[in-house]
């Protein structure tokens, strides 16, 4: 059966710095892929050209055996690819609920201009997004914030709130970039629990780099290794846990 998504060969060096360096990945429908390696290992770049931010300089990305590598994020989008970043890149002025609201834009037939002036929508199709809304605010446990600044809530919330709009695409795939960065180990524990849970009640693909290891090996399917650009390990979370290749990276980034 072929992969969901197919990443073959891709390389990208921004300037004379090869960032990437032709990495080739199958990712199963379903699966939770979890992407790590120490800093300035590519993870990131690769998360970007997934979703059209940059486009590979060679190789070739494939969605349900269709051609993306040169395709615009907006399509992305449109095909099913949302993503986090690893700055929140929120409106910290709008509500909760808004920010939300903005994140069923791909699924609006009128502009994402008018729809953030007055949804600017045929109220039976504004009645349906609001439901889609109200039931991830539900499934994320913000009911209380829903009319609340997004800028207002404390940090591990406002990444809870990111996690709902890139959900509010109705996502195949989940491309999740540190989504638990900067949080403490209660709000880790809570955001693992709900990546789990997105992955199992909707059968979303999950991509994410994490940097921590206990929850990487707790929730991934399966583990990629990046190191300078390129792809040195890729397995079951135990096989990559006890490769010494890996280890090495790691304790190598640890003396530097």
């Known amino acids: 059966m072929s992969a969901q998504l197919e990443i073959r060969e891709v390389s990208k060096a921004f ?8 990495v080739s990945l199958d990712v199963p429908r379903g699966e939770i892929l979890s992407v790590i390696g120490p800093n300035g290992a590519g993870k990131t770049t690769l998360l970007n050209m ?7 300089d060679t190789g070739r990305i494939t969605l349900d055996g269709a051609d993306v ?26 509500t909760v609920l808004d920010n939300l609201m903005l994140g069923r ?27 889609r809304v109200e ?7 913000i009911q209380d914030l829903r009319r609340r600044p997004t800028g207002s809530l404390p940090y591990g919330l ?5 996690l709902g709009r ?18 403490n180990q209660e709000e880790k524990e809570d955001m693992a629990r709900f990546i789990l849970d997105v992955n199992e009640e909707w059968g979303t693909t999950i991509i994410l780099i994490e940097h921590d290891m206990g929850v990487v090996m707790d929730i991934s399917d ?4 990046l190191d300078m650009g390129q792809k040195i390990a890729e397995g079951k979370p135990d096989e990559v846990r006890n490769n010494p290749v890996v280890i090495r990276a790691y304790l190598g980034e640890k003396r530097g």
């Not at 008018?114 to 045929?122: C, K, M, Q």
């Not at 039931?135 to 446990?141: G, H, M, R, S, T």
């Not at 406002?158 to 990111?162: A, F, H, N």
């Open 135 to 141: 039931d991830l605010i539900d499934f994320l446990k």
């Open 50 to 56: 997934v979703s059209g931010f940059y486009h590979p």
């Open 158 to 162: 406002q990444k809870r709130v990111e």
């Open 15 to 22: 300037g004379g710095v090869q960032a990437v360096t032709r």
């Open 166 to 183: 890139a959900l509010a695409l109705d996502p195949k795939i989940l491309l999740l970039d540190e989504p638990m960065g900067g949080m």
């Open 222 to 225: 399966r583990v990629a290794v």
């Open 105 to 131: 834009h791909v699924h609006m037939k009128a502009g994402v201009f008018s729809s953030f002036v007055y949804w600017g929508l045929a109220q039976k199709e504004e009645v349906v997004h609001r439901k």
């Open 69 to 94: 590598t040169s395709d615009r994020p907006n399509h992305i989008a449109t095909l099913g690819v949302a993503r986090t970043f690893q700055n929140i890149a929120l409106f910290r002025g709008m």
